[in-house]
């Protein structure tokens, strides 16, 4: 929420709380035509992962996209999509890139 607070982001601006309102199939989807793989979407960083021990498995993309519809810890967060760019974690690099592309528009 802090980052997308800094972020400023237009009024129009649609939020979804994923731990409410479940990311469907389609977003995801989505998502994946943006990013290019499901793996840039998935959280190596969820509890979760390490709990299932899937950092010693060998994940492909089918497996990505299964977990993150699977339990919404899995998706990196924020996911942000503005126009058809696509935002994707926390990182200063990221976030500062967001911020740049919302800059000029």
């Known amino acids: 929420m ?7 982001l237009p009024s129009n601006f649609i939020f979804q709380d994923i731990k409410e309102r479940e990311i469907t ?3 995801l ?3 994946y ?10 959280s190596k960083r969820a509890k979760l992962y390490n709990e299932m021990d899937l950092k010693n498995q060998s ?11 699977h339990h919404y810890t899995f998706l990196k967060r924020p996911v ?3 126009e058809n760019q696509i935002f994707i ?7 500062n890139a967001a911020r740049h592309f919302l ?3």
């Not at 994940?59 to 519809?69: A, V």
């Not at 974690?89 to 976030?95: A, E, I, L």
């Open 80 to 82: 942000i999509i503005i």
């Open 59 to 69: 994940l492909n993309e089918k497996d990505f996209k299964h977990y993150i519809l």
């Open 33 to 42: 035509k943006l990013s290019g793989s499901y793996e840039s979407l998935f």
């Open 2 to 8: 802090r980052i997308l607070k800094e972020l400023n």
């Open 89 to 95: 974690g926390n990182s200063k690099n990221v976030v």
């Open 25 to 27: 199939v389609k977003q």
């Open 103 to 105: 800059n000029e528009q």
């Open 29 to 31: 989807e989505e998502m």
